[in-house]
């Protein structure tokens, strides 16, 4: 598939998985593999401690964006910024002619208790800011570091739960305006991450099919990450590689070599196995991102991981089901 | 609880065990093996879970769990019992124990605006778990409560979730909406009119009639509530309570276990001990430069590719070890206990186990 088809497929792109697996590193090289297409992006992170502007090496975005990556000859620029409950809250009751009683309204924690009362109502003031964002930001492509764990789910599910508390009024139009936007694949589609491993696999499942069925969002491709890179040699004994080339290892040195080759061949049959059954039990496309060796990520890591990207889309068939199909 | 004890005393003599930490670092499954070790050692030991994942009962090996303690059987002295905290109905087990009567209970559990905060609001999971975790420590059935805190980075809201509640009592705006008829809207002054009218204007009046219907079938029943949320908070504070931070030694959840240390020094709680899972192995003493420079001398060759993997594991786990050694001295002198990488995620009661031997025997 072309890359420049895949990230021109929806406007917005949500990325979503649990904890730990990545999920703000995808987010910023999908940015990054966007920008070099030429296609700029803007970047909304939901959650208040973030790594993503770390990964650009800028300070910590805010709610006005900001440059994480700028344009440079064919390049796109890649921008920034945040999206919080309560400045999402200030803007709207702004723009609805609420002005003067918006500051106090969240600085008295009247916010908190309207939360309280219609719950989900955070969720889609975020939601509905980047459904505004789609129409009104200059960027070609949004991407949506959405909140880590369970709350992926609760925050998408969230829109048809205040469909039923809040029957009336702006906010229920709000929320089947978002609705439209999450249930339309050439809007909107969620690109979940996982790892290579048992339980993140069996998260995901239970995500896809939930999201699927319960928000009726179109899901692109699934994200597979710090999967080993295949190495050839692993299964020579250290003694028989060194031999060949003229060497001779201290016993130190094979134990090392061999052991560190042990571990790694295990964690590969094992990333091995648990992708072929994230294969049978969801049929959508994967694309599968390295592990990489580094103590700290920053620009030139979240590059390489954007060109690894690039090079799994364009293995990809040029049509991708929007459905995750029969369980 | 003073910090300086190890997780054998821990299992051995504490009365309440939490586990915090960010999501996907092993809480549950740390939860699951502490509650068990204190069952090998002949005590009566149960875990809780909010993790509406299943996790815990895929841990254990078993179907489901309900929000009433199941006991999992099993070859030792003691008893392990386990249970998944059901928000709503622990909520509905609350107001049924306060109502003052059939009537006034039933006109809460019935109310809209109820329903909504009694299953969906944030917090109240938070809260209801520090309820549970009372009433499973109050009964007398269990020597050990061990609960697994929500995955999220606001699971120290934990702490402070039933004060919350009764800080909301005491809110000025709920004392306002309490006032018995909508005549007192008269009463009260413009800027309070004009927050209802907002709301009003923001959510339909429907939400807000629903909100006051529930404040005034609450009414009577928040001295009881606020009594209850002063015992919740004294358990926590209570030196037979531990609080155990688990963590993985990537960098971010490293980052979030340094924060989740500030939040509980902010309430005063030390941490007890810090359990790290998916340690990677340090292979030798060699260092991972030297290893990268072999690895590019000899590229091309099954040497090459060797010394690479050597130098990438290496790498790895000296990042580790960095990334440790600042949260170690910030919990300290609280013991650390590192879990090394298992082949296979724990779903019975054999790899529980496994995961016991290396918390306590190595």
């Known amino acids: ?327 | 609880m003073k910090p300086i004890d190890d997780l054998d005393s821990l299992v051995g003599h504490a009365r309440v065990l939490v586990c915090c930490g960010s999501g996907g670092v092993g809480k549950t499954t740390t939860g699951a093996a502490l509650a068990l070790e204190a069952a090998r050692r002949g005590r009566r030991a149960v875990v809780v879970t909010i993790d509406p994942a299943k996790r815990l009962a895929d841990t254990l090996g078993i179907g489901s769990l309900t929000n009433t303690p199941s006991r999992i059987a099993g070859e030792w002295p003691g008893e392990l019992w386990a249970l998944m905290l059901d928000t709503k109905s622990t909520f509905d087990d609350l107001v049924l124990a306060h109502a003052a009567d059939d009537d006034q209970a039933r006109r809460i559990l019935g109310n809209r605006f109820y329903r909504n905060i009694s299953g969906a609001l944030s917090g109240t999971q938070e809260y209801m778990a520090g309820e549970k975790l009372y009433e499973l420590h109050e009964g007398g059935d269990f020597d050990l409560v061990v609960v697994d805190t929500p995955p999220t980075r606001n699971a120290l809201d934990f702490i402070g979730a039933s004060r919350r509640l009764t800080n909301f009592l005491d809110h000025r705006l709920y004392r306002m909406l309490m006032s018995p008829t909508r005549a007192y809207l008269r009463a009260v002054n413009l800027a309070a009119q004009a927050f209802v009218r907002t709301v009003s204007k923001v959510v339909g009046g429907e939400v807000l009639d629903d909100a006051l219907a529930f404040f005034r079938a609450f009414e009577g029943m928040e001295e009881g509530f606020r009594e209850r949320a002063a015992r919740v908070e004294a358990l926590l504070a209570d030196e037979g309570t531990a609080f155990i931070l688990v963590a993985a030694p990537r960098v971010d959840a490293v980052s979030e276990a340094s924060f989740f240390t500030t939040k509980l020094e902010e309430s005063k709680i030390s941490v007890a001990a810090l359990i790290v899972n998916r340690m990677h192995p340090r292979l030798g003493t060699g260092r991972a430069e030297a290893d990268r420079e072999r690895a590019q001398r000899f590229a091309g060759t099954d040497l090459g590719s060797l010394y690479a993997n050597l130098a990438d594991l290496r790498t790895v786990a000296d990042g580790e070890k960095a990334h440790l050694t600042e949260l170690a001295a910030n919990v300290a002198p609280a013991p650390v206990v590192r879990v090394p990488f298992l082949d296979h995620d724990v779903h019975d009661l054999d790899s529980l186990a496994r995961i016991s031997e290396h918390l306590f025997r190595s």
Request: charged share 20%; net charge negative; with cysteine.
């Open chain 1, 1 to 327: 598939m072309d890359p420049g088809q895949f990230l021109r497929a929806s406007r917005v792109i949500i990325v979503a998985g649990k904890g730990g697996v990545g999920k703000t590193t995808v987010a910023a090289a999908l940015a990054r593999m966007a920008a070099r297409e030429g296609l700029s992006a803007l970047l909304v992170q939901v959650e208040q401690a973030s790594a993503l502007a770390a990964l650009f090496r800028r300070p910590q975005l805010s709610y006005v964006e900001s440059t994480l990556a700028p344009a440079a000859g064919t390049e796109a620029e890649v921008r920034g910024r945040t999206i919080t409950p309560d400045d999402a809250l200030l803007e709207y009751l702004e723009d609805h002619g609420l002005r003067r009683i918006s500051r106090r309204l969240v600085s008295t924690g009247a916010m908190d208790v309207v939360a309280t009362a219609a719950p989900g109502i955070k969720d889609i003031l975020i939601l509905g800011k980047i459904k505004a964002l789609e129409r009104s930001s200059g960027a070609d492509v949004v991407i949506v570091d959405a909140p880590a764990a369970g709350h992926a789910i609760t925050f998408l599910l969230s829109v048809r739960g205040l469909l039923d508390a809040v029957r009336v009024g702006p906010i229920n139009a709000q929320a089947r305006e978002v609705l439209d936007m999450l249930s339309d694949p050439a809007r909107c589609s969620v690109v979940l991450v996982t790892l290579p491993e048992e339980t993140p696999v069996n998260e995901l499942v239970e995500t896809a099919f939930t999201l699927e069925d319960q928000v009726g969002v179109g899901l692109g491709p699934v994200v597979v990450n710090s999967v080993y890179p295949p190495l050839s040699g692993l299964d020579t004994p250290p003694e028989t590689a060194a031999e060949a080339v003229g060497e001779v290892l201290t016993p130190a040195e094979v134990e090392a070599l061999a052991g560190a080759a042990r571990f790694r061949r295990r964690r590969q049959d094992l990333q091995r196995a648990q992708i072929a059954r994230l294969a049978e039990r969801l049929p959508l496309p994967q694309l599968h991102l390295p592990s990489v060796f580094a103590a700290n990520l920053g620009p030139a890591e979240v590059d390489l991981l954007a060109d690894t990207l690039r090079a799994e889309v364009t293995g990809l068939p040029d049509v991708v089901p929007s459905s995750p199909g029969p369980r």
